[in-house]
Nanobody, 123 residues
Framework: VQLQASGGGLVQAGGSLRLSCAAS????????LGWFRRASGKEREFVAV????????DYADSVKGRFTISRDNAKNTVALQMNSLIPEDTAVYYC?????????????????WGQGTLVTVSS
């Protein structure tokens, strides 16, 4: 499966961005989908995940109440709506397809990764 993330860019603190990820190849409508990010000089960290049917989600504490993950299985896409952005959100964001239908929160739980899209939040 190939995952293609898009929607990154430069935004001022307090602004919003919407990331999107399109999947092609093997269909992942039965798998969880998630977003991770890696800031410069830091490890890749979990951001959000959604179950195969959209019924369950989980978020990192740092983004709860500001970010919303959603998916459209008919279009094989997953989105991350990011509001109230802060400079600490600056990172390369990666979408990923889980190994199962659930909602893992570690990189080990994901089998396929997109190439990443850069989000820069200026103060």
């Amino acid at each position: 499966v190939q995952l293609q993330a898009s929607g990154g860019g430069l935004v001022q603190a307090g602004g919003s961005l919407r990331l999107s990820c399109a999947a092609s190849g093997r269909i992942f409508s039965n798998n969880g989908l998630g977003w991770f990010r890696r800031a410069s000089g830091k490890e890749r960290e979990f951001v959000a995940v959604i179950s195969w049917n959209g019924a369950y989600t989980d978020y990192a504490d740092s983004v709860k109440g500001r970010f919303t993950i959603s998916r459209d299985n008919a279009k094989n896409t997953v989105a991350l709506q990011m509001n109230s952005l802060i400079p600490e959100d600056t990172a390369v964001y990666y979408c990923a397809a889980a190994r199962s239908a659930g909602i893992p929160t570690t990189t080990r739980g994901f089998a396929s990764w997109g190439q990443g899209t850069l989000v820069t939040v200026s103060s």
